[in-house]
């Protein structure tokens, strides 16, 4: 295994209070190498993203759900995955949903070398792009592992990197409504709220793929986001209501 940097063993070692301290320094410092986080002077507006799809058995569920409640999200897609489903690629991009790249497949791209980088976030787009047949502007890494090297290709390629303000953590075995209290308490105004409409295992982990009910956890959160004055919606959506606020966002 690779020897990790030396500022990635600092940070470990930073309390989560720390961490925001710091990031309140440096972020401004730091800006023309920062990711997308979350959007200032949003009003009542946040994003809802979801990764590691498109799959059969929890998509159509989520888009049922949002449908629903007339509400447009981002779908972080795994190229492979979507060739594996293109009816369900392409039409999450048929109703109205931003289509993005959470990578060829989920690979850490901080463990490979520079040239498998690039060629997996440019091959991937590119794939991406045949599929759904539309331009492809966002990105987010796996594992929301990004060095400056897996940035710097990123945005070479035209793309801009997107990360999170809270996950719901529904990568874990819980109940739909807890998920949606996790939503529902991580909202704030021009939040971007990680979710999954599928699950890639990481390789070095052995917890078995949560069972529940994704979709019952989509319709739930959007139902208590709206009964609390949240407008839902899309990182697009998001980032022209307000001002983008982006952060230096690294990690192995």
Known sequence: MARRPAHWAIRDRLSP?????IRRIADPLLAPLGSLRSVAE???????????GPDPRHTPGILDALAG?????TFFMLAGRAEQAPGL????AAEGHEIALHGADHQRLTRLPAAEVQARIRGGRDRLERLVERP???FRPAFGAQSVRTWLVARRAGLQVVVWTADL?????????AVALAGLGAAASGAILLLHDGIVTDPADPTPEPGFD????ADLL???????????????ELVDAGRPVRSAWFRP
């Open 17 to 21: 209070q720390a961490r925001v301290r």
């Open 42 to 52: 949003a009003g009542p507006r946040l994003a809802l993203t979801f990764d590691d």
């Open 69 to 73: 409640h007339g509400v447009r999200a």
């Open 89 to 92: 690629a392409r039409r999450v």
């Open 136 to 138: 492809v502007h966002w």
């Open 169 to 177: 953590r529904d990568w874990t075995e819980q109940t739909p409504a």
């Open 214 to 217: 994704r979709a019952r956890a």
């Open 222 to 236: 959007l139902t208590r986001l709206r009964d609390a004055g949240w407008e839902p919606g899309s990182v697009g």
